[in-house]
């Protein structure tokens, strides 16, 4: 795990030695909104300023970046001669940045070329997430849309884990509600799939517990977001230990098929995995429920029905999805080569199964 955390009110601020050390040149990546709301982006800048360190902002990121768009982000880099990356919001930005580290050190890499899985030697990345759900602050992955495959593809590789992640709670206060509840279930989903994966480790599995353990807590508290800073402060470190976990083993199907919803259904990548979330784990019960019972007591509840409840009860709204839509959609779920990892032989009708929970 190389990636160096800090955390607390103000880490950000408190690093001049830090800073000094990243280099002369820093590309900020961020996107439209978050890292100017939740004052992410002015503490940055105030910190590269007293410490005499010039920077520039690309601040386009769009939601679920497009490989294209992450190269414009590494263009400037290169423009910009940056030293490293300062990735600042949700998954968007930060999966962006270390793209964009890797694009802005190597001019000869085409934007596909990104796939290939040769160490590319990126620029350094600090990443300083705006939401508590990601976990790419602590991850050697970034994820990005290819629209000619119509489903979001895995970047993955040790040289992109992030030098290091700050996490601030006063940067998630200013989140709406709906992406807070969002991004605590993609934390959750994170945490569960890497428990119920079948490389769980004697290393990943405590952590993904833990991490569960205090979501399970937190989780009613998002009814009354933004909560309190110790509440935020919580989300985001069990974020951070679900992202550690899925480093060691990475996610199976519900991020899979959460890809294909949010291609097709528009649907928040953490919504996404919210809903596919009780019905793999109703499955997975009957195949492994000596993992399934880790699960449901690190959350303090005893069964597969009181986890649809405990997910229910979040008030998650989801758009419909038809049974036609569900068939098609597994057809090209099935396809992803996670679909191994899961903890038992799932078919496409299962797939189609757990894409209909409501
Ligand atoms: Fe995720």
Redesign the pocket.
């Known amino acids: 795990m190389p990636t160096a955390v800090f955390e607390g009110r103000g880490c950000v601020l408190d690093m001049d030695e830090f800073w000094v050390s990243m280099g002369r040149r820093a590309l900020i990546v961020t996107g439209k909104t978050s890292g100017y709301k939740s004052g992410a982006l002015e503490d940055v800048c105030d910190v590269l300023d007293k410490n005499g360190i010039c920077y520039c902002i690309f601040d386009s990121v769009k939601n679920n970046p497009t490989v294209e768009n992450a190269y414009e982000a590494g263009l400037l880099a290169r423009e910009f001669s940056a030293d490293f990356v300062v990735g600042i919001g949700g998954?968007s930005p930060l999966d962006a940045a270390k793209a964009a580290a890797v694009y802005g050190s190597n001019p000869e890499l085409e934007p596909y070329e990104i796939y290939d899985g040769a160490e590319d030697n990126p620029l350094p990345v600090v990443e300083i997430p705006t939401t508590a759900?990601?976990?790419s602050e602590v991850t050697q992955y970034s994820?990005l849309t290819v629209e000619s495959r119509k489903t979001k593809v895995t970047v993955k590789g040790d040289w992109l884990f992030p030098k290091a992640a700050f996490l601030d709670p006063r940067y998630t206060k200013s989140l709406p509600p709906n992406v807070a509840l969002h991004t605590a279930l993609?934390?959750m989903?994170?945490a569960v799939e890497s428990v119920l994966k079948r490389n769980n480790s004697y290393i990943s599995e405590p952590i993904a517990l833990g991490a569960l353990e205090i979501i399970g807590r937190n989780l009613p508290e998002l009814q009354n977001f933004p909560c309190d800073d110790d509440v935020r402060a919580e989300l985001l470190h069990a974020a951070m230990l679900a992202g550690m976990a899925?480093a060691h083993t990475g996610?199976t199907i519900v991020?899979s098929m959460?890809y294909v919803f949010t291609y097709f259904k528009d649907m928040p990548?953490?919504m996404a995995?919210g809903v596919l979330l009780p019905k793999f784990v109703e499955f997975a019960e009957k195949a492994v429920p000596e993992q399934t019972e880790k699960i449901y007591k690190a959350l303090g509840i005893s069964s597969s029905d009181e986890f649809a409840c405990m997910i229910r009860n979040t008030g998650l709204e989801h758009p419909v999805v038809s049974e036609d839509e569900a068939v098609e959609f597994a057809k090209i779920a099935i396809t992803n080569k996670n679909v191994p990892t899961a903890p038992w032989k799932v078919t496409a009708e299962e797939e189609a199964e757990i894409m209909l929970w409501r």
Do not use: C, E, K, L
Request: proline share 0%; charged share 5%.
């Open positions: 998954g759900g990601t976990g994820v993609d934390a989903s994170h899925i996610t991020h959460g990548h953490g995995n």
